[in-house]
């Protein structure tokens, strides 16, 4: 169960909680599961959750790496 449970993930009561994401747990190690709605993982980095706005960032316009125009 510590191996896929959001809840204790990879130990006991060690929570997964990304900002701006739903979290999940894969193999002991916190993971995003999806983006909240507007926000995107565009570093790669499931550390820091869904980090960019994609309605606010003008490198990041609509979807990872697509510059606003």
Same mark, same amino acid.
């Not at 490198?59 to 606003?68: E, K």
């Given at each position: 169960?510590?191996?896929?449970?959001? &809840?204790? =993930?990879? %130990?006991?009561?060690? #929570?997964? *909680?990304?900002? $701006? !994401?739903? &979290?999940? =747990?894969? %193999?002991?190690?916190? #993971?995003? *599961?999806?983006? $909240? !709605?507007?926000?995107?993982?565009?570093?790669?980095?499931? #550390?820091?959750?869904?980090?960019?706005?994609?309605?606010?960032?003008?490198?990041?316009?609509? #979807?990872?790496?697509?510059?606003?125009?």
């Amino acid at each position: 169960m510590l191996e896929t449970s959001a &809840a204790h =993930c990879g %130990a006991c009561g060690r #929570a997964c *909680a990304l900002p $701006n !994401a739903t &979290a999940s =747990c894969a %193999a002991g190690a916190c #993971a995003i *599961a999806r983006c $909240n !709605a507007g926000y995107a993982d565009c570093d790669g980095n499931p #550390a820091n959750g869904c980090e960019t706005d994609l309605t606010a960032n003008r490198a990041h316009c609509g #979807a990872c790496n697509h510059a606003c125009g």
